[in-house]
């Protein structure tokens, strides 16, 4: 069983930074892909970044290329975010999510999630 929760999120304008953190309790967090997901009003939940186990393996969305970067402390079962050259077009809940294996974008092979985090970039 693994328990996730969010925060770092806010307000900040275009073209800002922001960093989240994922807390995880569960002594097998370090043999879990841990996985950001976003979902803005209206639309569906999507895949943003994941990254693998051990750390060496990332993933993203075309849409955050070069803009986020994922990474993870598996001493301190965190996984973070970060976030640079926000648009507003980025402004969504923000998820965690865990499964172990492989990486994936599909919402639906992720087994853990947490309670999402807002991010609202403003014009």
């Known amino acids: 069983q693994v328990q996730l929760v969010e925060s770092g999120g806010g307000l900040v304008q275009a073209g800002g930074s922001l960093r989240l953190s994922c807390a995880a309790s569960g002594r097998t967090f370090s043999s879990y892909t841990m996985g950001w997901f976003r979902q803005a009003p209206g639309k569906e939940r999507e895949f943003v970044a994941a990254?693998?186990?051990?750390?060496?393996?990332?993933h993203y969305a075309d849409s955050v290329k070069g803009r986020f970067t994922i990474s993870r402390d598996n001493a301190k079962n965190t996984v973070y975010l970060q976030m640079n050259s926000l648009k507003p077009e980025d402004t969504a809940i923000y998820y965690c999510?865990?499964?172990?294996?492989?990486?994936?974008?599909?919402?639906?092979?992720?087994?853990?999630w947490g309670q999402g985090t807002q991010v609202t970039v403003s014009s």
């Open positions: 999510a865990a499964r172990p294996g492989a990486w994936g974008t599909r919402v639906g092979w992720y087994d853990y």
């Open positions: 990254i693998r186990w051990s750390g060496d393996n990332t």
